[in-house]
């Protein structure tokens, strides 16, 4: 089998990913402005805590964004994720039961798109490829049916 680089998905899912931090960020920034319980001590903390909370979230981002690597290799799909525990998926062809790609609102004005592998199983019947341009999905998309078609006669242990 032959090992190569994992592919780390577009920059463009790290933007999403922080927006989604400073959303999170701004609606906790007003609760804190309206219910201040720290009002008597300390006036600027009605600053600190939210921008505590973006520096953290930001060194988060970053390092989530870098552990994220996908892979199709010859005869499985392997993904590799985690900040604090590091995930290491391999999705053999034969398991995969139909694959489909995915846009919500978020992914689409940033221009990106996920494919989502099913598999048989119960546990972690689901595997996300986050973070491709849309015709990168789809063609994985195609590529991940095509082998999944031609290894329905394989077993699958």
Request: glycine share 8%; no cysteine; charged share 25%.
């Amino acid at each position: 089998m032959l090992m190569s680089e994992l592919r780390t998905p577009e920059r463009k899912l790290a933007y999403m990913w922080m927006l989604e931090l400073l959303t999170v960020s701004a609606i906790l920034s007003t609760v804190f402005v309206i219910f201040n319980p720290l009002e008597g001590i300390l006036t600027g903390s009605v600053y600190l805590v939210p921008g505590f909370f973006v520096l953290l979230g930001s060194v988060y981002t970053f390092l989530r964004y870098s552990a994220w690597g996908f892979e199709v290799r010859d005869d499985h799909l392997y993904l590799e994720y985690g900040v604090f525990t590091k995930v290491k998926t391999m999705v053999p062809f034969v398991r995969i039961q139909h694959v489909d790609t995915q846009r919500n609102a978020l992914e689409r004005v940033f221009g990106i798109s996920r494919v989502v592998v099913y598999t048989a199983g119960t546990r972690g019947s689901d595997v996300k490829v986050k973070g491709l341009v849309p015709g990168e999905a789809d063609s994985m998309q195609e590529k991940l049916r095509d082998v999944a078609i031609e290894s329905e006669d394989r077993d699958a242990v």
